[in-house]
Protein backbone atom coordinates (compact mmCIF):
# COMPACT_ATOMS: atom_id res chain seq x y z
CA UNK A 1 0.00 0.00 0.00
CA UNK A 2 2.59 2.20 1.18
CA UNK A 3 4.35 1.60 -2.03
CA UNK A 4 1.26 2.45 -4.04
CA UNK A 5 0.77 5.44 -2.79
CA UNK A 6 4.68 6.66 -3.29
CA UNK A 7 4.34 5.81 -6.50
CA UNK A 8 0.92 7.89 -6.98
CA UNK A 9 3.31 10.81 -6.01
CA UNK A 10 6.09 10.52 -8.27
CA UNK A 11 8.43 8.13 -6.09
CA UNK A 12 9.53 5.05 -8.64
CA UNK A 13 11.75 2.97 -6.69
CA UNK A 14 15.50 2.00 -8.27
CA UNK A 15 15.11 -0.91 -10.64
CA UNK A 16 18.20 -2.49 -9.29
CA UNK A 17 19.11 -1.33 -5.56
CA UNK A 18 21.92 -3.53 -5.14
CA UNK A 19 23.85 -1.34 -8.07
CA UNK A 20 25.20 1.81 -8.12
CA UNK A 21 24.01 4.49 -10.32
CA UNK A 22 25.90 4.80 -13.56
CA UNK A 23 26.60 7.52 -16.11
CA UNK A 24 26.02 7.85 -19.83
CA UNK A 25 29.48 6.83 -20.43
CA UNK A 26 28.61 3.59 -18.05
CA UNK A 27 30.65 4.98 -15.18
CA UNK A 28 29.73 5.54 -11.49
CA UNK A 29 27.73 8.52 -11.07
CA UNK A 30 29.28 11.38 -9.11
CA UNK A 31 27.70 11.41 -6.27
CA UNK A 32 28.33 7.58 -5.80
CA UNK A 33 31.75 7.23 -6.74
CA UNK A 34 33.05 6.51 -3.14
CA UNK A 35 29.95 4.30 -2.01
CA UNK A 36 32.38 1.40 -1.82
CA UNK A 37 34.69 2.38 0.74
CA UNK A 38 31.40 3.63 3.04
CA UNK A 39 30.94 1.29 6.21
CA UNK A 40 27.38 1.68 7.61
CA UNK A 41 27.95 -0.56 10.64
CA UNK A 42 31.28 1.66 11.72
CA UNK A 43 29.46 5.07 11.14
CA UNK A 44 27.85 7.72 13.54
CA UNK A 45 24.74 9.65 12.29
CA UNK A 46 22.91 12.72 12.47
CA UNK A 47 19.79 13.93 10.86
CA UNK A 48 22.00 15.54 8.07
CA UNK A 49 24.49 12.26 7.31
CA UNK A 50 26.12 9.70 8.33
CA UNK A 51 30.26 9.23 8.94
CA UNK A 52 33.38 7.61 9.99
CA UNK A 53 37.22 7.56 9.85
CA UNK A 54 39.63 5.54 8.00
CA UNK A 55 43.11 6.32 8.96
CA UNK A 56 43.17 9.43 7.60
CA UNK A 57 39.94 9.55 5.52
CA UNK A 58 36.41 10.66 6.73
CA UNK A 59 34.32 8.92 5.04
CA UNK A 60 30.71 10.79 4.75
CA UNK A 61 26.92 9.33 3.51
CA UNK A 62 23.98 11.40 2.66
CA UNK A 63 21.11 9.15 3.72
CA UNK A 64 20.91 5.30 1.78
CA UNK A 65 19.31 4.63 -1.19
CA UNK A 66 15.40 4.67 -1.12
CA UNK A 67 16.22 6.38 2.23
CA UNK A 68 16.97 10.67 2.50
CA UNK A 69 18.19 11.98 6.27
CA UNK A 70 15.11 13.56 8.12
CA UNK A 71 17.04 16.94 7.16
CA UNK A 72 17.36 16.87 4.02
CA UNK A 73 13.57 16.14 3.44
CA UNK A 74 12.99 18.74 6.11
CA UNK A 75 14.95 21.34 3.40
CA UNK A 76 12.83 19.78 0.57
CA UNK A 77 9.15 19.24 1.91
CA UNK A 78 8.32 22.89 -0.20
CA UNK A 79 9.90 23.53 -3.39
CA UNK A 80 11.48 26.50 -2.25
CA UNK A 81 14.49 27.62 -3.80
CA UNK A 82 16.08 29.31 -0.48
CA UNK A 83 15.39 26.00 1.38
CA UNK A 84 17.57 24.17 -0.79
CA UNK A 85 20.33 26.81 -0.73
CA UNK A 86 20.60 26.55 3.02
CA UNK A 87 20.34 22.62 2.56
CA UNK A 88 23.52 22.93 -0.25
CA UNK A 89 25.27 25.45 2.66
CA UNK A 90 24.69 23.50 4.96
CA UNK A 91 25.82 20.14 3.27
CA UNK A 92 29.30 22.06 2.01
CA UNK A 93 30.14 23.31 5.45
CA UNK A 94 29.64 19.25 6.71
CA UNK A 95 30.87 17.68 4.03
CA UNK A 96 33.17 20.12 1.45
CA UNK A 97 31.64 18.69 -1.58
CA UNK A 98 32.34 19.87 -4.90
CA UNK A 99 29.91 22.16 -6.99
CA UNK A 100 29.65 19.23 -9.81
CA UNK A 101 28.97 15.98 -7.28
CA UNK A 102 26.14 18.14 -5.23
CA UNK A 103 25.01 19.21 -8.56
CA UNK A 104 25.16 16.08 -9.60
CA UNK A 105 22.66 14.24 -6.50
CA UNK A 106 20.63 17.04 -7.10
CA UNK A 107 20.07 16.15 -10.59
CA UNK A 108 19.39 12.48 -9.44
CA UNK A 109 16.76 13.60 -6.90
CA UNK A 110 15.11 16.55 -8.14
CA UNK A 111 12.30 14.00 -8.98
CA UNK A 112 11.95 12.62 -5.22
CA UNK A 113 12.77 15.33 -3.50
CA UNK A 114 11.74 18.94 -4.14
CA UNK A 115 8.28 19.35 -3.10
CA UNK A 116 8.12 16.27 -1.38
CA UNK A 117 5.99 17.27 1.33
CA UNK A 118 3.42 19.34 -0.59
CA UNK A 119 3.02 15.94 -3.29
CA UNK A 120 2.48 14.01 0.08
CA UNK A 121 0.06 16.90 1.75
CA UNK A 122 -2.23 16.84 -1.67
CA UNK A 123 -2.50 12.95 -2.65
CA UNK A 124 -2.09 11.63 1.48
CA UNK A 125 -4.80 10.71 3.84
CA UNK A 126 -6.76 13.35 5.23
CA UNK A 127 -5.98 14.32 8.91
CA UNK A 128 -8.12 14.97 11.49
CA UNK A 129 -7.81 18.80 12.90
CA UNK A 130 -8.12 19.53 16.65
CA UNK A 131 -9.34 22.17 18.61
CA UNK A 132 -7.98 25.27 19.42
CA UNK A 133 -5.36 24.22 22.35
CA UNK A 134 -6.49 20.99 22.20
CA UNK A 135 -4.11 18.15 22.10
CA UNK A 136 -0.04 17.42 22.77
CA UNK A 137 3.22 18.60 20.47
CA UNK A 138 3.09 15.10 18.91
CA UNK A 139 -0.39 15.27 18.19
CA UNK A 140 -0.43 18.58 16.52
CA UNK A 141 2.94 18.57 14.70
CA UNK A 142 1.11 16.18 11.92
CA UNK A 143 -1.80 18.62 11.26
CA UNK A 144 0.31 21.66 10.51
CA UNK A 145 0.70 22.14 6.37
CA UNK A 146 4.12 21.29 4.72
CA UNK A 147 4.70 24.62 4.03
CA UNK A 148 4.56 25.56 7.71
CA UNK A 149 6.52 22.60 8.74
CA UNK A 150 9.44 23.35 6.33
CA UNK A 151 9.44 26.88 7.55
CA UNK A 152 9.72 25.43 11.01
CA UNK A 153 12.29 23.09 10.14
CA UNK A 154 14.20 25.34 7.88
CA UNK A 155 14.75 27.89 10.68
CA UNK A 156 15.49 26.14 13.84
CA UNK A 157 18.06 24.45 11.96
CA UNK A 158 19.56 27.62 10.91
CA UNK A 159 19.39 29.15 14.43
CA UNK A 160 21.50 26.00 15.46
CA UNK A 161 23.86 25.79 13.17
CA UNK A 162 24.83 29.79 12.34
CA UNK A 163 28.03 30.63 11.48
CA UNK A 164 30.37 33.09 12.61
CA UNK A 165 31.42 35.64 9.75
CA UNK A 166 34.83 35.93 11.44
CA UNK A 167 37.38 33.40 9.99
CA UNK A 168 38.90 33.54 13.48
CA UNK A 169 37.21 33.96 16.92
CA UNK A 170 38.48 36.34 19.06
CA UNK A 171 41.05 34.35 22.52
CA UNK A 172 42.03 37.06 24.45
CA UNK A 173 40.88 36.33 28.53
CA UNK A 174 38.26 39.09 28.48
CA UNK A 175 36.13 37.49 25.06
CA UNK A 176 36.83 34.08 26.22
CA UNK A 177 35.19 35.08 29.52
CA UNK A 178 32.37 36.44 27.66
CA UNK A 179 32.19 34.06 25.53
CA UNK A 180 31.40 31.57 28.56
CA UNK A 181 28.86 33.38 29.72
CA UNK A 182 25.82 31.50 31.22
CA UNK A 183 23.16 33.68 28.83
CA UNK A 184 25.29 32.63 25.92
CA UNK A 185 25.47 29.09 26.69
CA UNK A 186 21.84 28.31 28.16
CA UNK A 187 20.80 30.53 24.04
CA UNK A 188 23.02 27.88 22.55
CA UNK A 189 21.50 24.92 24.43
CA UNK A 190 17.92 26.18 23.46
CA UNK A 191 18.58 25.95 20.00
CA UNK A 192 20.21 22.78 20.47
CA UNK A 193 17.35 21.46 22.46
CA UNK A 194 14.56 23.35 20.09
CA UNK A 195 16.16 21.62 16.70
CA UNK A 196 16.27 17.66 18.20
CA UNK A 197 12.25 18.49 18.59
CA UNK A 198 11.54 19.76 15.45
CA UNK A 199 13.33 16.95 13.76
CA UNK A 200 10.91 14.60 15.83
CA UNK A 201 8.13 16.97 14.95
CA UNK A 202 9.17 16.38 11.46
CA UNK A 203 9.05 12.20 11.71
CA UNK A 204 6.06 12.61 12.99
CA UNK A 205 4.78 14.42 10.19
CA UNK A 206 5.90 11.96 7.69
CA UNK A 207 4.98 8.91 9.57
CA UNK A 208 0.85 10.28 10.08
CA UNK A 209 1.03 10.33 5.57
CA UNK A 210 2.39 6.69 5.86
CA UNK A 211 6.13 6.84 5.31
CA UNK A 212 8.75 4.64 7.32
CA UNK A 213 11.30 6.64 9.60
CA UNK A 214 14.16 4.73 10.41
CA UNK A 215 14.49 6.74 14.04
CA UNK A 216 18.47 5.21 14.60
CA UNK A 217 19.50 6.18 11.33
CA UNK A 218 17.37 9.44 11.58
CA UNK A 219 16.18 8.75 7.79
CA UNK A 220 12.74 8.79 6.47
CA UNK A 221 11.50 6.18 3.31
CA UNK A 222 11.60 7.99 0.18
CA UNK A 223 11.98 5.32 -2.66
CA UNK A 224 14.06 6.32 -5.86
CA UNK A 225 16.25 8.52 -4.02
CA UNK A 226 19.74 8.17 -4.67
CA UNK A 227 22.66 8.67 -1.55
CA UNK A 228 25.96 10.69 -1.61
CA UNK A 229 28.51 9.62 -0.65
CA UNK A 230 31.98 11.38 -0.36
CA UNK A 231 35.52 11.00 1.46
CA UNK A 232 38.34 13.66 2.54
CA UNK A 233 41.59 13.73 4.01
CA UNK A 234 41.25 13.99 7.55
CA UNK A 235 44.06 16.68 7.21
CA UNK A 236 41.13 19.10 5.63
CA UNK A 237 39.27 18.87 9.43
CA UNK A 238 39.94 22.71 11.36
Not at 34 to 49: I, K, N, P, S, T
Not at 90 to 118: F, I, K
Request: proline content about 5%; glycine content about 8%; aromatic content about 10%.
Amino acid sequence: MLDHLLRKLGYVPTSSPGLVPTSATGAPALHQLHAAGFRRGDAEVDALCAWHEDGDIFHYAIGRDDWAPLAVAGFCLSDNDECRAWLDEALRARVWLTHEMLAAWHGANRPVLYGCGVKLEQSGPKLQALAPGVGHEQEIAPLIRATEMAELFALTWKRHHLASPFRKLGNSVAYNALGLHHTLRLASQTNEHALERVVEWLALWFEARGLKVDRVEKTVYLPGYQALFYRSDAQMWP
